[in-house]
């Protein structure tokens, strides 16, 4: 059967320029928020480049002249700050949140990495750049520069990971193989620290390192520590490659189990059965059978 229903939009797909004086925040901002760097961002944003994500209002029930502002109280305020009376809305159909900035996903350094050398490669200088975001120049190279001489594979592991840069810039004092090595580790454990980056660069011998001797950090590391160390690591990956091998036969061997406790389930003789002569499992096969998923 067709259903011919259209889709809802959650906003309307044009944004329109509303005066500030109409729109009705939802907070008040506190003193905190304005000394925040995120704020003084947007500020020299706002500046530089103008507004580039318009505000998220609603309208007011009863009162068509004035908008709730659901996102960018920082651009609001900031926008008031420098004497501006309007600016770009965008207006929502539901009077609610969940659509926007409340759920969003923040880039990984890597994807901003890409997207700073992407301008920087389009002509954008990188005085500019800190210029617009109030860093320091050497921070936007750096950042041009963090890729440099990380293997590629490597990179493709930990690129949407939530890994800190300097711990992506730790990689380099090992090999191209040693850093595919510790990238499949940090993916394994689900671990991105520079701490543990730190960890697995001490379980790193001697000849998998670029300048063929130890970071200044692991100098303390006694020889016996560091030869138990990489034997516990190369322990820990043979592990790992074990239950990745097994975890799909695994998967499929409980969803073939949870199919078949739900046909018991649904047979009113047998759970009958199950409840007269043991109670005690009945509620734990009901929840196996009522899981959305056995994936993890």
């Not at 389930?265 to 899981?291: G, V």
Request: hydrophobic share 40%; with cysteine; charged share 30%.
């Amino acid at each position: 059967m067709k259903h011919n229903r259209k889709i809802k939009t959650a906003f309307h797909l044009e944004a329109i320029r509303l005066p500030l004086d109409c729109l009705r925040e939802q907070r008040i901002l506190k003193n905190h928020e304005k000394k925040l760097r995120s704020y003084s961002t947007i500020l020299t944003t706002l500046q530089k480049i103008g507004l580039i994500q318009p505000l998220i209002v609603c309208p007011i029930k009863g009162n068509n002249a004035e908008y709730k502002l659901l996102d960018g109280h920082l651009r609001l305020h900031a926008l008031r700050e420098l004497g501006e009376r309007d600016a770009l809305c965008l207006i929502s159909t539901d009077d609610e949140r969940y659509t926007f900035d409340a759920q969003v996903n923040h880039i990984s350094p890597i994807q901003r990495h890409k997207m700073i050398r992407q301008a920087v490669d389009d002509g954008v200088l990188p005085d500019r750049i800190a210029e617009v975001f109030e860093i320091d120049v050497k921070e936007v190279l750096s950042e041009v520069k963090l890729l440099d001489g990380i293997h590629p594979d490597a990179v493709e592991l930990i690129k949407d990971k939530p890994i800190y840069s300097k711990a992506i810039k730790t990689l380099r004092r090992v090999k191209p193989l040693r850093q595919l090595e510790m990238a499949e580790s940090m993916c394994a454990v689900n671990n991105f620290t520079y701490a543990y980056v730190l960890a697995l660069l001490g379980g790193t011998r001697a000849e998998q390192m670029v300048s063929g001797r130890k970071a200044n950090e692991l100098n303390k590391v006694s020889p016996e520590a560091i030869v138990r160390m990489e034997k516990e690591m190369e322990s820990l990956r043979v592990d790992f490659e074990q239950i990745e091998q097994s975890y799909s036969d695994n998967v499929y061997t409980l969803v073939v189990i949870q199919g078949y406790i739900k046909r018991l389930i649904k047979n009113e003789s047998i759970k009958r059965f199950i409840d007269r002569n043991h109670h005690d499992m009945l509620p734990e096969l009901q929840q196996i059978a009522e899981m959305d998923s056995l994936a993890v």
